[in-house]
């Protein structure tokens, strides 16, 4: 739902592309002009009767397993709700009405619709559902179950839905096989496309079970694979459907090759990566640096049974960050969260436990065109004209850039500039301690973590700002119980982030939106509430093309930016990944994604890959005997040694004393 989505450029015909079977605009009895997908700002790369994307191969053999790992716990197969932790790979089970293309940016083909019809004007959009569609008890996907699913997700769903969606005014029932969604007032370029995302249900299933329960029974899905068997909290294993309805369509040939897809669980990073080394699963995507950097050096690994490699991407960063909830007091005043991101000493970091990796994040739209740079220009700086005297000055006059220990006097610098921060706004040191002049109160906080692996990122950041005489305390909380307490807004501060595809738009609302900051579960996480910042998203969700919907983000950026509402952390450009060498994949890497389910299990590597392992293990043990990790024996050995050695050492100072 909330997958990378990109947007290509200017577009003919309503921006949004129609390719129908002549290859020409084909107009619809409703006004609208069919098409076999859509594209948010641009025209669709793949054209009518197409075999399949180009990152799939069509030859891929089927079979075999891919074992994958998580972390954390789960107590659901419920996704679609606020309760419960969701399990891992349920997106597999569940087909939607378009399938997004990895290799474009914002554009979708045809999945459970067989077509789309839109009008010019953008105010509805019909989806032609195939006949072949069905559930996975055999039975057909109809335009009852669409508009089911809408309703279901929309009403009782995770708020997010609600915002998503927030656009649509009415949904009708055309036909068994059509429905048509018609809009509210506005232009919402993004709607029709993202109306293609949401999961399709059963209507027949949910009449005798629950829709707002959290349960550990699989939901009735309608895609490629479905639940074969749960072990609670510990793993999830999906198998591939064998007669899959929709296998040989051109969204879906190539992909989904694997027979069984099995998520191990794991609550500590690592055990897991021990677990890997140990071949208990086959494929790991690695987010630590340091990790990535000193942790792979093994015998499988040096012996050609584990590949290891860094792709490269244009996926969009977005943020990740120090994040701080405004709706505690201390935390309301800009001057202070201004104050507070100078104890973040970035390139200590990044040197000290990250090898240097990262790069340091200084936008909420990394690593696309549409990141804020330089000085605002052009209709970017004529729409933040509007809100002048209602946006921080330097929105204008400086360019963006997080505080840089990379200055004279190092991080020393930055924390007095953090102390005069901090006076401004009415915060003095008394007894070591920082007090609230007026109130008395003291600043101390709790810094909330859900992964262990961030306590040595949190810690140098608390000790500086135990220098300012700030308590933080770090508590680090299971995932159920992370999960509850960030949807409910019961935090100070964590590390969190949000994801961004080169196509924003309604998701935003759900990021910053006033209204989402009062919603529990919304990903409003720092509780922005600011007229200007809502005014801007509209700006965003109805930019007319692509060279509007640049500027109005880049303006939407730079006002989050000069808010000063995270602490920026750091990002990276390609994937990390490591392998068991059963593994194969297409020759083309998509652009956006790194489309692990296009790969396939290669017969012939993985039965060389379990004589290796034979070989290895069966070597490991006289390997250890003659010098390697020491065993009992050694251990013994060594020790009756060391005593011995004292003892003769103790009889020779004895005679010579003699």
């Known amino acids: 739902m909330r997958s990378l989505i990109a947007a290509l450029f200017a577009l003919t015909l309503a921006a949004f592309a129609v390719a129908p079977a002549t290859g020409m605009a084909a107009k619809a009895e409703t006004g609208g002009v069919v098409s076999l997908g859509l594209s948010i700002h641009g025209d669709l790369k793949y054209p009518p009767g197409f075999e399949h994307f180009d990152y ?79 559930f996975h008890d055999g039975s057909p996907i109809t335009a009852d179950d669409v508009i089911f699913s809408f309703e279901a997700l929309t009403t009782k769903g995770q708020p997010f839905y609600r915002v998503y969606y927030g656009n649509v005014a009415r949904v009708e029932k055309l036909g068994e096989r059509k429905v048509k969604f018609s809009f509210i007032e506005g232009n919402n370029r993004e709607l029709p496309f993202i109306l293609g995302q949401f999961a399709i249900l059963s209507k027949a299933f949910f009449e005798t079970a629950e829709f707002g329960k959290t349960t550990l029974e699989p939901i009735l899905g309608s895609g490629p694979y479905r639940v074969e068997s749960v072990d609670p909290g510990r793993s999830i294993t999906y198998r591939r459907v064998a007669d899959y309805w929709g296998a040989e369509l051109p969204v879906n040939r190539g992909q989904y090759n694997f027979d069984v897809v099995r998520y191990d669980y794991y609550r500590d990073a690592t055990v897991a990566l021990e677990a890997f080394k140990a071949s208990e699963y086959d494929f790991r995507q690695e987010n630590t640096a340091k990790v990535w950097a000193t942790g792979y050096d093994f015998p499988a690994l040096r012996q050609g049974l584990v590949v290891k490699e860094e792709i490269a991407h244009e996926q969009p960063q977005g943020m990740q960050a120090f994040i701080f909830n405004t709706r505690r007091p201390f935390f309301q005043d800009a001057k202070v969260r201004r104050a507070l991101a100078q104890a973040f000493d970035f390139e200590w970091t990044n040197r000290a436990l990250f090898h240097g990796a990262y790069t340091r994040t200084k936008t909420y739209f990394a690593n696309s065109e549409l990141a804020s740079r330089g000085l605002p220009e052009g209709e970017e700086r004529a729409i933040l ?69 961030f306590e040595r990122i949190a810690a140098p950041f608390r000790k500086n700002l135990e220098r300012l005489g700030i308590t933080a305390r770090m508590r680090t909380v299971d995932t159920s119980q992370y999960e509850f307490r960030v949807e409910n807004f019961d935090f100070d501060m964590i590390v969190g982030g949000w994801g961004q595809s080169l196509s924003p738009g309604n998701e935003q609302r759900d990021f910053w939106s006033s209204s989402a900051a009062e919603t529990m579960g919304s990903r409003n996480s720092i509780g922005v509430k600011d007229p200007v910042v809502d005014e801007l998203l509209e700006l965003v969700i109805s930019a007319p093309d692509r060279q509007s919907l640049v500027a109005r983000t880049r303006a939407l950026d730079r006002v989050l930016l000069w808010g000063h509402y995270v602490v920026p952390q ?44 034979g070989k290895t293990e069966a070597v490991a043990e006289p390997e250890e005997e003659a010098g390697g990790a020491p065993n009992t024996r050694l251990i013994v050995a060594a020790a009756a040694t060391l005593v011995l050695a004292l003892w003769i050492a103790s009889r020779i100072r004895a005679r010579r004393k003699g």
């Open 385 to 453: 004209e509007r809100y002048r005297g209602r946006v921080p000055d330097e929105v204008f006059t400086q360019t963006y850039a997080p505080p840089s220990s990379q200055v004279e006097g190092g991080i020393r610098t930055n924390l007095r500039k953090a102390r005069r921060l901090l006076e401004d706004a009415g915060w003095v040191l008394r007894e070591n301690r920082l007090v609230h002049e007026a109130s008395g109160q003291l600043m101390e906080f709790e810094i909330l973590l859900v992964n262990p692996l």
């Open 56 to 134: 799939a191969d069509p030859d891929a053999p089927k079979g075999g397993e891919v074992r994958l790992w998580a972390f954390g716990t789960f107590d659901s197969l419920n996704p679609f709700i606020i309760k419960g932790v969701s399990a891992q790979g349920w997106q597999l089970t569940i087909a939607t009405l378009l399938a997004g293309s990895e290799d474009e940016p914002a554009s979708a083909y045809g999945y459970v619709a067989e077509s789309v019809e839109v009008p010019p004007d953008r105010s509805w959009v019909i989806f032609n559902i195939r006949p072949e569609a069905r």
């Open 570 to 613: 750091w990002h990276i450009t390609y994937f990390r990944i490591a392998y068991w060498n059963k593994l194969a994949r297409p020759a083309i890497t998509p652009k956006y994604q790194l489309g692990l389910f296009s790969w396939w299990v290669d017969p012939a590597k993985a039965e060389r890959l379990r004589a290796g392992i």
